[in-house]
Nanobody, 128 residues
């Protein structure tokens, strides 16, 4: 089992920045996917940024490319989402998630399979 706890959410004005963190504990496997997802009011959950921890391969939603950066601190088992140039449409509940991979799976799996470990979420609100 993997436990995930997000932090760093808050309210900012458009153009501002926020840094979200996800602390992982329990069995944190080296072969896994880690990602940030978000869900705005009345909207479906969407993937914001995902990465394969095996080689650092990352995948970003088109709407956040160039503005958001996903990274991992292996020593601290912490996943980070640096969000710059925030827009009102970025307002959502942001969730940290993880997926343990089988031996025959690689980075591609991280963008096509559902994740099975989830944090409680942290709210991000961007005002205009």
């Amino acid at each position: 089992q993997v436990q995930l706890v997000e932090s760093g959410g808050g309210s900012v004005q458009a153009g501002g920045s926020l840094r979200l963190s996800c602390a992982a504990s329990g069995d944190t496997y080296s072969r896994r996917c880690m990602g940030w997802f978000r869900q705005g009011p009345g909207k479906e959950r969407e993937a914001v940024a995902r990465m394969y921890t095996g080689d650092g391969t990352t995948y970003y939603a088109d709407s956040v490319k160039g503005r958001f950066t996903i990274s991992q601190d292996n020593a601290k088992n912490t996943l980070t989402l640096q969000m710059n140039s925030l827009k009102p449409e970025d307002t959502a509940m942001y969730y940290c998630a993880a997926l343990r991979l089988r031996m025959d799976e690689g980075s591609t799996t991280c963008r096509i399979r559902n994740y099975n470990y989830w944090g409680q979420g942290t709210q991000v609100t961007v005002s205009s």
